[in-house]
């Protein structure tokens, strides 16, 4: 008789994992590759990198699974991981676009500019990119925030324990955060009108 995993708790699932249990590392992507996915995705806005730092959590995740504590619930353990590789990600990338800036390699930058197809739907992707666009102008700290309550629908509690602050500061930064956004938001408009 063979344990349907499907029906495991994660705590389960853990230990199944930990002692060398294939299928029980397969059950834990299906669960939770998605939402660390979203996750990485909207903090760092590149679906290729995205699936890259969703690959590398996993693997760093199954390889740290001694210290998963299993009182707490795992999506919350996972999904620091997952914030640590897009801080990662984040500080490579300044360091290469520094180097990038201060040694122009030829044609490196020169992509096409991204402009809004001509069907029905173009406003709405041109306001999302805006969005986008302002939401990556957001320090780390707000964007996360923004990225765990509005977008992953984490709640307060969960959010303070992922990021290992209060809930008082959740909030805080949570009104911050959203007051960025709508000043970000109104200098694009202005912009835009100009």
């Known amino acids: 008789m063979s344990l349907d995993l499907s029906q495991c708790s994660d705590r389960e699932l853990a230990a199944l994992a930990q002692a060398g249990q294939q299928l029980a590392h397969r059950e834990i ?15 760092i806005g590149d ?41 990662d990600w984040g500080r490579r990338r300044t360091v290469r676009s520094f180097f990038a800036r201060a040694l122009p390699l030829e044609s490196a930058h020169d992509v096409a500019s991204d402009g809004p197809a001509p069907d029905a739907e173009a406003a709405d992707r041109a306001e999302l990119a805006r969005v986008r666009t302002a939401m990556s102008r957001l320090p780390p700290n707000l964007r996360e925030i923004l990225i765990l309550r509005g977008v992953e629908e984490l709640s307060q509690a969960e959010t303070a324990e992922l990021l290992r602050i209060s809930e008082k500061t959740v909030e805080t930064r949570l009104y911050r955060a959203r007051a ?15």
């Open 29 to 43: 992507l299906r669960r939770y590759k998605a939402p660390v996915f979203r996750l990485i995705r909207n903090n």
């Open 47 to 87: 679906p290729d990198e995205a699936m890259d730092l969703t690959q590398e959590t996993f693997v760093a995740g199954f390889a740290a699974l001694s210290r998963y504590d299993t009182d707490r619930p795992f999506r919350i353990w996972i999904a620091r991981i997952a914030l640590n590789k897009c801080r």
């Open 180 to 194: 960025k956004l709508r000043a970000l938001l109104g200098e694009t408009s202005l912009h835009a009108r100009e």
